[in-house]
T-cell receptor, first 111, second 109 residues
Framework: NAGVTQTPKFQVLKTGQSMTLQCAQD?????MSWYRQDPGMGLRLIHY???????DQGEVPNGYNVSRSTTEDFPLRLLSAAPSQTSVYFC??????????FGAGSRLTVL | LAKTTQPISMDSYEGQEVNITCSHN???????ITWYQQFPSQGPRFIIQ???TKVTNEVASLFIPADRKSSTLSLPRVSLSDTAVYYC??????????FGAGTILRVKS
């Protein structure tokens, strides 16, 4: 059981570039979500999904897109990267009542 | 979503018991209380969850009074490796949980 796997672990982008952060889970969880964490701050919810084909916005969705074509995968797309999107991104899947399993994180720097 | 309030930071020494209290005055009937631990450069990790009274596992205890407007995470005999950020979350929907700034626990030798 790998749990929640995120790739890449590190990425440097230039302003305006686009990219996709990958997230995969092997626990057959219906619920998945993406958070960002800025230095010294708590996690903020970007987007979430309650199952394949269903996504919704969290607290800070602007500049990001998601899709959920399978139960296992929940990629996060940055459409046109901005320096304000420099952050650590965490993907999570949820089992039972509110028990989230997080990935190791993807550290993104936008120059 | 119920808002939570925790101390910004706490200091302790190895071997002591640490209690971190979280206030959640507008907790809803269906809400659970869940605590997570986060080490630097890692994702948060589930510690314990409860609905009312007391819950204990191999890592911690969670005390919830009858009115459920607060909860206390108790870590027995902390060690240096317990230095981390601790988050209290309240909600009934695992997909829309709001993380606050958490409590930075520093354990000293």
């Amino acid at each position: 059981n790998a749990g929640v796997t995120q790739t890449p672990k590190f990425q440097v982008l230039k302003t305006g570039q686009s990219m996709t952060l990958q997230c995969a889970q092997d626990m057959n969880h219906e619920y998945m979500s993406w958070y960002r964490q800025d230095p010294g701050m708590g996690l903020r919810l970007i987007h979430y999904s309650v199952g394949a084909g269903i996504t919704d916005q969290g607290e800070v969705p602007n500049g990001y897109n998601v899709s959920r074509s399978t139960t296992e995968d929940f990629p996060l797309r940055l459409l046109s990267a901005a320096p304000s999107q420099t952050s650590v991104y965490f993907c999570a899947s949820t089992s039972g009542a509110n028990v989230l399993t997080f990935g190791a994180g993807s550290r993104l720097t936008v120059l | 979503l119920a808002k939570t309030t925790q101390p910004i930071s706490m200091d302790s020494y190895e071997g002591q018991e640490v209690n971190i209290t979280c206030s959640h005055n507008n907790i809803a009937t269906n809400d659970y209380i869940t605590w997570y631990q986060q080490f630097p450069s890692q994702g948060p990790r589930f510690i314990i969850q409860g609905y009312k009274t007391k819950v204990t596992n191999e890592v911690a205890s969670l005390f919830i009074p009858a009115d459920r407007k607060s909860s206390t995470l108790s870590l027995p005999r902390v060690s240096l490796s317990d230095t981390a950020v601790y988050y209290c979350l309240v909600g009934d929907d695992g997909n829309k949980l709001v993380f606050g700034a958490g409590t930075i626990l520093r354990v000293k030798s």
